[in-house]
C-alpha cells in the first residue's frame, strides 16, 4: 500500500506540474508579486510552492510569455510580473487544447476498458 | 536576521553573476512576505524564520529550479566513455610506473629506497596527471558538444527527420573498442614511459650479470625539450582515440580530425628533429669505452652509420605512420557507406 501511495504522489507531481503554467498564466491579466500569487493560488484551491513559483515566473519572464516590473513604492522592493501580448495570445491557445485535452480525456474515462 | 542573509546569500552564490541581484531582491521580499504571513502583526521569532526557509527548501534544489537546466563537464551521455578511458588510463599508468619500479629493483637492487622513493613521486604525479587530461580531453569534447548543439537548436524551424539519420556502419566502418582501446593504452604507456623512466631509454649494460648502467640514446640536458613535443603528440593521440571509440564508425570529420592532429604530430616531431642536440651526441664514444665495441671494427662502423640515420629513418616511419592512419580511416569511411 505504501508504494501505490509513492506512485500516486509522484504521478500527482507530475501532473500537477505539467497544469502549473496554464494555472499561473491565468491569473496574470493583472499584475502580481510573487507571494500575492501564491496566497491567491492557494485561495483558488491551486497550492502551489514559491520555490516553485518563483523560478518559473523568470522562466516565463524570460521566454517572453511574461513581463515584470519592479515596484519600490511600497515599505518593500516587489517584482511585478504581467501577461504579454505575446503571453496573452499563448494563453489563449493553451486554454483552447486544455479544454480540448480534458474533453477527450473525460470521453476516455467514461468508456473505461474500452466499452 | 542574519540566518535570512545567509540563505539568500547561498542560493545566489550558485546562479550565474548577471542574475543575483535581481534574485536576490526578490528571495529576500518572498521570505519577509511569508513571515508576515506567518506572524500577522506580532513579533518575529527565529523559530518563525527557520520554518519559513525550511519551506523554500535547500538552497542547492532552489537555485537548480532557477538555472532550469544542469550544466556539466561531463555530461551523461559522455560518463561511460568518460568512467571507461579514465580506468585505463589509471591503470596503464600505473602499471607502468610499478613495473618500472620492479625493473629498477630488480636491476640495481641496493639503491631499493631510492627507487621506492621516486615510485612514490612518479604515483603522485603520475595519477593525477592521468586523471587531469582524461578530465580535460572529455571537457573538450563535452564544450565542442555543446556549441555545436546550440547552433543547431538556433537553426530556424529545422525540423528532424527520419532521413537524417545516418546508416548502420558497414563492420568495415566500425571503430572496433578493442583497437581504440589499445591504442589509449599505448599512447599512456609511451607517454608514462617518456616522463617517468626516460632515463631507462638507451642500451643496458651488464656487468657479469649484474646491471650496471645506461647508455642513453637522449640527451638529458634537452630532456624538458623533447618530453613537451612528445606529451603533445601523444596527447593528441590519445584524444583522437577517444573521439574514435565515442563515435562508434568512422565518418568524414573523424577522418579531418585525425588529419589536423597527425599535421600537428607531424609539426612536433619536426620540432624535435629540428633541434640535432636531443641524441646523446655522446653515444658512440661510450659504448666503446663500456667496452661493448672496438673502435673502428666493421661493427662500429654499421652501428655508427644506423645511429646517424635513425632520425631520418624514424622521421620516415613516423610520417608513413601517420599518413597510414589518414588513408586507412579515408577508405574505412567509404567502405562503411
Known amino acids: ?115 | 536576521m542574519e540566518i535570512i542573509e545567509r540563505y539568500v546569500y547561498a542560493v545566489t552564490q550558485l546562479l550565474p553573476p548577471s542574475q543575483r541581484e535581481d534574485i536576490a531582491k526578490e528571495l529576500r521580499g518572498l521570505i519577509e512576505d511569508m513571515l508576515d504571513e506567518r506572524v500577522q502583526d506580532g513579533e518575529i521569532t527565529e523559530k518563525h524564520v527557520e520554518e519559513v526557509l525550511v519551506e523554500l527548501g535547500e538552497p542547492r534544489k532552489l537555485a537548480n529550479k532557477y538555472r532550469g537546466m544542469k550544466r556539466y563537464l561531463v555530461g551523461p551521455e559522455l560518463f561511460d566513455h568518460y568512467v571507461m578511458v579514465l580506468k585505463i588510463a589509471l591503470i596503464s599508468t600505473s602499471v607502468v610506473i610499478g613495473v618500472s619500479f620492479i625493473i629498477s629493483i630488480i636491476l640495481d637492487p641496493p639503491s631499493i629506497l631510492q627507487s621506492f622513493i621516486s615510485f612514490i613521486i612518479s604515483l603522485v604525479t603520475g595519477l593525477p596527471m592521468a586523471f587531469g587530461w582524461t578530465t580535460f580531453a572529455f571537457a573538450i569534447i563535452q564544450f565542442a558538444g555543446n556549441t555545436h548543439l546550440k547552433r543547431k537548436e538556433l537553426q530556424p524551424k529545422r525540423r528532424w527527420s527520419p532521413s537524417d539519420l545516418p546508416p548502420v556502419p558497414h563492420p568495415k566502418g566500425r571503430v572496433k573498442r578493442g583497437e581504440a582501446i589499445t591504442g589509449i593504452i599505448f599512447y599512456i604507456i609511451c607517454i608514462t614511459v617518456f616522463v617517468f623512466s626516460g632515463d631507462y631509454l638507451g642500451v643496458w649494460l651488464f656487468d657479469a650479470g649484474k646491471f650496471k648502467e645506461v647508455i642513453p640514446f637522449f640527451n638529458e640536458e634537452y630532456y624538458g625539450y623533447y618530453v613537451l613535443f612528445i606529451l603533445l603528440i601523444f596527447g593528441f593521440g590519445m584524444i583522437k582515440e577517444c573521439l574514435k571509440m565515442i563515435y562508434g564508425r568512422w565518418t568524414m570529420k573523424l577522418v579531418l580530425f585525425t588529419l589536423v592532429v597527425n599535421i600537428i604530430s607531424i609539426i612536433g616531431l619536426l620540432f624535435i628533429i629540428a633541434e640535432p642536440n636531443i641524441w646523446n651526441p655522446n653515444f658512440m664514444a661510450q659504448l666503446v669505452d663500456s667496452g661493448l665495441l672496438t673502435a673502428h671494427s666493421e661493427t662500429y662502423t654499421t652501428i655508427r652509420s644506423v645511429w646517424e640515420q635513425t632520425t631520418l629513418w624514424l622521421l620516415i616511419l613516423f610520417l608513413f605512420a601517420l599518413v597510414w592512419d589518414i588513408a586507412d580511416g579515408f577508405i574505412r569511411v567509404r567502405k562503411g557507406r
Open chain 1, 1 to 115: 500500500m505504501r508504494d501505490t501511495n509513492e506512485h500516486l504522489d509522484k504521478l500527482m507531481q507530475e501532473l500537477r506540474r505539467g497544469t502549473l503554467t496554464i494555472g499561473v498564466l491565468s491569473q496574470l491579466y493583472e499584475p502580481q508579486y510573487g507571494y500575492s500569487l501564491v496566497s491567491l493560488l492557494e485561495g483558488k484551491g491551486f497550492p502551489v510552492e514559491a520555490g516553485t513559483l518563483y523560478p518559473l515566473l523568470r522562466r516565463l519572464e524570460k521566454q517572453g510569455l511574461l513581463e515584470s516590473q519592479w515596484d519600490t513604492n511600497e515599505t518593500r522592493p516587489r517584482k511585478y510580473y504581467l501577461l504579454s501580448e505575446s503571453g496573452k495570445l499563448v494563453f489563449d491557445q493553451l486554454v483552447a487544447e486544455w479544454e480540448d485535452m480534458v474533453g477527450n480525456l473525460d470521453n476516455l474515462l467514461k468508456s473505461k476498458g474500452g466499452l
